[in-house]
């Protein structure tokens, strides 16, 4: 066992492994074993033992998760925990995880996540759903017909209403997307779009035509934290949590105060003020985009530009690689993959780009240098729930 950091403060905590399972279309392959690739990688790729491997985190399958999860990888934790507030549910587990490090409730905590949603409907084991039931307060929606993505789309033209935000501006985070995605090997969509083909598709609900909406992929991921004395045993450098916030919005729409507001203003907000950092320091931002008004809304929420200014902001290729503000740098749930509950990824791509791991997607600094700050912001349910870390190569 490393010795222990003084007790007269928290222990520092680092990101010391990650790893993508296979993703994209993966059709031999169920959910546990996709977590059972990403957690062996993700080991593996922080050159640390199975054995110092004390907490655990997992939401989404299994009947007791993340019970049914550990048992099937092997694991015993002593620090467990199923937080489950949709896309953002990673990066709340991941607040959680570091906290429960700093304070010695556990050393070393893996976090994986495996969906073969994509999968599972082209062989007919599932179907696409529509809500997310009729229990409790959805019951007062749910019969009206307001869908997911219909939840989306009204807070998208309440947006665009209120600041004159265009349907071409929203267009324009898709083809950015797309373009960030051509360089990732893993992406599952790499080939280039306009504006003109994203407002052309099929409308699914208005205004989001089928380019404005997420992919449905398969696929897992792995990240692994730990605390500081661990670092001299990883094979790779550290990547530090500096701070991190989560806050939960409404499940109603009807008490949902303002649909141009996302949680990622408290989130984003707790999450800068605790790592001691500001929005212009930041290098890169990875956020949750479910759809392409969801990337708007919280790089507005997250400070990088005022409210009602997104649309403008998003203009002139700002979110490219090698943009203003590289945003979601392997082409995101709008062209890279998304399985289901996303936010592990942005984790991942992150912690990436701040070891110099992208390859030809590599964000670099004014001067060539690495991206020191990253953002990591998960969206979950219809804004739902957020959750934001700050994350520092040094």
């Not at 709340?92 to 073969?116: C, Q």
């Not at 094979?235 to 303002?258: C, F, I, N, R, Y």
């Amino acid at each position: 066992m490393p010795p222990s950091p003084s007790a007269h403060r928290p222990r520092k905590v680092a990101v010391v492994g990650v790893a993508l399972s296979d993703t994209g279309r993966v059709d031999d392959l169920t959910p546990y074993a996709l977590h059972a690739q990403a957690a062996r990688r993700g080991l593996a790729d922080s050159g640390l033992d199975r054995s110092v491997v004390d907490g655990f985190c997992s939401a989404g399958l299994g009947t007791l998760a993340p019970v049914e999860v550990a048992e099937y990888l092997g694991l015993r934790p002593t620090w467990v925990d199923s937080t489950s507030v949709g896309g953002a549910t990673w990066e709340v587990m991941a607040a959680h995880a570091a906290d429960a490090i700093a304070a010695g409730h556990a050393n070393a905590v893996l976090l994986v996540y495996g969906s073969t949603a994509r999968a599972d409907i082209k062989a007919g084991r599932r179907t696409a759903n529509l809500s997310f039931g009729s229990r409790g307060p959805l019951q007062f929606e749910v019969p009206y017909g307001h869908t997911l993505i219909s939840k989306y789309a009204m807070a998208a033209r309440r947006h665009m209403h209120q600041f004159g935000t265009s349907i071409e501006q929203l267009a324009e985070i898709a083809v950015q997307a797309r373009a960030n995605a051509a360089t990732n090997p893993d992406a599952m969509f790499r080939d280039p779009v306009t504006v003109d083909e994203v407002l052309s598709g099929p409308m699914i609900a208005d205004p989001f035509t089928k380019l404005h909406c997420c992919i449905r992929s398969d696929g897992g991921c792995a990240v692994l934290l730990a605390a500081e004395e661990y670092v001299p045993d990883t094979a790779k450098s550290p990547v530090w949590v500096l701070g991190s916030g989560t806050a939960v919005s409404h499940t109603t729409m009807s008490q949902w105060e303002d649909f141009t507001v996302s949680p990622a203003a408290v989130s984003g907000r707790l999450a800068f003020e605790r790592a001691g950092v500001r929005p212009e320091d930041v290098d890169l931002a990875e956020i949750y985009d479910a759809f392409t008004y969801m990337t708007l809304v919280t790089l507005e929420d997250l400070g990088f530009c005022a409210k009602g200014e997104g649309g403008a902001f998003v203009e002139k290729g700002r979110l490219l690689r090698d943009g203003g503000l590289p945003v979601n740098t392997d082409g995101g749930g709008l062209s890279a993959c998304h399985p289901g509950m996303r936010g592990l990824f942005l984790l991942v791509e992150a912690v990436r780009q701040l070891r110099g791991e992208a390859g030809a997607g590599q964000v670099r600094r004014a001067g060539g240098g690495l991206p020191e700050l990253a953002v990591a912001s998960g969206t979950g349910g219809w804004f739902c729930s957020s959750g934001t870390l700050i994350l520092s190569r040094t």
